[in-house]
Nanobody
Framework: QVQLVESGGGLVQPGGSLRLSCAAS????????IGWFRQAPGKGREGVLC????????YYADSVEGRFTISRDNAQNTVYLQMNSLKPEDTAVYYC?????????????????WGQGTQVTVSS
């Protein structure tokens, strides 16, 4: 079964950190562009960090640049979103997405696969 599964969300205090995981099954992430998106209550989906399939370009939303980073573990077929210095406005459901052999800079609306999302809540 082809799927992406996010994990690692939870409740964290402002200024804290979380690492989200996006594990793929049924396919290998090696040649896939990866997008991390979020959707806060009452708001539209926002692309926060998107990397091309080759890794040559990485887009960061202004709101997360300098605080969020992405990494891959090919052996685990997993991609991670490291989130530091979290703010209450980072509260949202976070989704990962994968698209085969996509190059170019930025996040896109259409990806081959999407995860089910994981909730991140930043609150004291």
């Amino acid at each position: 079964q082809v799927q992406l599964v996010e994990s690692g969300g939870g409740l964290v205090q402002p200024g804290g950190s979380l690492r989200l995981s996006c594990a793929a099954s049924g396919f290998t992430l090696d040649y896939y562009a990866i997008g991390w998106f979020r959707q806060a209550p009452g708001k539209g989906r926002e692309g926060v960090l998107c990397i091309s399939s080759s890794g040559s370009t990485t887009y960061y939303a202004d709101s997360v640049e300098g605080r969020f980073t992405i990494s891959r573990d090919n052996a685990q077929n997993t991609v991670y979103l490291q989130m530091n210095s979290l703010k209450p406005e980072d509260t949202a459901v976070y989704y990962c997405a994968a698209d085969y052999l996509r190059e170019g800079y930025g996040c896109y609306d259409e990806y081959d696969y999407w995860g089910q999302g994981t909730q991140v809540t930043v609150s004291s």
